[in-house]
């Protein structure tokens, strides 16, 4: 077996794996690489791969820099099979239907400079059409099923804890004269103790394993009391007759913290606030967390059980038109607004900060990573009083600014170190470290070693090794 690494080796973005065995040419994601526009577009243009070579892609999970150039695949002729997890295909139709529009948006505002230059226009990515055609090949394979490939090769997904319908792929490949070899790829690995989710596992029995980096180099912050902090911001916003504004991402955090709230309300921790998700991905998105519930730990499953729906309560409202959005404007508190982008950098999120900010009844709640250079770090970062350009319009931020870092996505350090100690077994000789920048993937690239993995490696794009 022979695997090759074109994305998201020493970097975050653009996973993409190749795993040629017995004849057979499967791509483990096919992630769009995120980064700075121009280099961006150029390095999703250019597939390092031959879309008319691959036999079938196998998705992790639905975010975008795990699935999102697939449909560009079903532009260039692939004629294979799309394998996830249901819900995995399920998400990846709103996902990348979003994607779609968001790249038309950008490309919109690029083309209207270049046709003023007189420079030639550039061409999306991919249309509608081909996310649907794309959205066609899928083949869906629930957790724990052997699904054949052909050529001796099959799959079984397991959980990874990450966001509803995440995976880790194990790769058994029968070799000719009768060996068998097995890869585990961990996609992204969740944090322990997250709501809704089944933890991550650990396959067993591999001979080798591609693991990601995201925070090999650190720990969460010992963990937040969510609900507790929750509760005492909408206390003060019921006081005060204020607004509670969340920036949230729509897949995930935002399904999360409706987790959080529906499990205060029960308890009657806190009253029957209006509860607007003011996002129509994350509307979507809340659907499918809803409808999969093979997905749901324990945990959720005992409420269901008890016949509730575990992110449902009195008072929540999905806002479907811009219209519906900004009617809350003028509408008087106390409320909570869940809405997107989580990093405040577009989306409906950006006219209720500059409606909230300025008025110190109000908290926005920043509930998730904010990148260097985003509207979501200025905000987290400014002082009290200072002042804010927003939507053209200039803002004092009087409203409370608060963060809750406990809910991160992806395993820390310790979490890694877990997870490398409980599939090693005697068998993993070769460890790779991907989906990190250079200091990360070294990092976990170490932790491996330090753990007894004789082999470890941090490949650069392009990389090839035999298993
Ligand atoms: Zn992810
Ligand atoms: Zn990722």
């Not at 820099?65 to 532009?75: C, E, K, M, V």
């Not at 709103?94 to 790249?103: A, I, K, N």
């Not at 396959?203 to 929750?230: C, F, K, N």
Request: glycine share 10%; aromatic share 6%; proline share 5%.
């Amino acid at each position: 077996m022979k695997i090759t690494f074109y994305g998201a080796a020493r970097t975050v973005t653009g996973s993409m794996h190749l795993v040629e065995a017995n004849g057979k040419r499967i791509l483990l994601d096919c992630g769009l690489y995120q980064g700075h526009r121009k280099e961006a577009f150029e390095k999703n243009r250019h597939m390092p791969v031959d879309p008319q070579g691959i036999d079938v892609v196998v998705l992790s999970h639905a975010h975008i820099d795990h699935s999102g150039n697939i449909p560009q695949l079903a532009r260039c002729g692939f004629r294979g099979k799309v394998v996830s997890r249901p819900a995995t295909r399920d998400l990846c139709e709103v996902m990348l239907r979003d994607s779609c529009f968001l790249q038309m948006r950008d490309l919109q505002y690029v083309n209207e400079k270049r046709r003023r230059q007189g420079k030639h226009l550039f061409e999306p990515l991919y249309t509608e059409e081909d996310v649907d055609a794309i959205m066609r090949r899928f083949e869906c394979v629930p957790m724990k099923r052997q699904h054949d490939l052909g050529n001796g090769v099959s799959l079984v997904f397991h959980n990874a804890g990450h966001i509803l319908g995440s995976a880790i792929v194990q790769l058994d490949v029968r070799e000719p004269g009768g060996k068998s070899k097995r890869l585990v790829f961990s996609g992204d690995l969740g944090q322990a103790g997250q709501p809704i989710l089944r933890r991550s596992e650990c396959p067993q029995g591999a001979d080798a394993i591609i693991v990601e980096s995201t925070y090999a180099d650190r720990l969460h912050p010992s963990a937040d009391d969510v609900s507790g902090r929750l509760k005492s911001y909408i206390d003060d916003i019921v006081r005060m007759r204020g607004k509670l504004l969340i920036p949230a991402f729509s897949v995930g955090r935002t399904q999360q913290i409706l987790y959080f709230l529906n499990r205060l309300y029960r308890a009657g921790r806190i009253p029957a606030v209006p509860v607007y998700i003011d996002s129509p991905l994350s509307m979507k998105a809340t659907e499918i967390y809803r409808r999969h519930r093979e997905c749901y730990n324990e945990d959720s499953c005992e409420i269901l059980r008890g016949g509730e729906d575990p992110l449902s309560f009195p008072g929540l409202k999905f806002l479907e038109t811009p219209e519906q959005s900004m009617s809350l404007n003028s509408a008087r508190g106390p409320m909570v607004i869940i809405a997107a982008s989580g990093m405040c950098e577009g989306g409906r999120v950006v006219h209720h900060l500059k409606e909230c900010l300025g008025d110190m009844r109000n908290i926005v709640l920043f509930v998730g990573f904010q990148a260097e250079g985003t509207l979501g770090r200025r905000i987290v970062e400014s002082e009290p009083g200072e002042r804010l350009k927003l939507l053209g319009e200039e803002r004092a931020i009087s409203a409370r600014v608060q963060t809750i870092n406990a809910l991160s996505a992806h395993a820390d350090r310790n979490g890694l170190e877990e997870w490398i100690d409980g599939v090693k077994g005697d068998s993993v000789k070769k460890a790779f470290a991907v989906h990190g920048e250079d200091d990360r993937v070294e990092a976990m690239a170490r932790i491996a070693r330090e753990h007894g993995i004789p082999e470890t490696y941090a490949p650069v794009p392009g990389q090839s090794f035999i298993v």
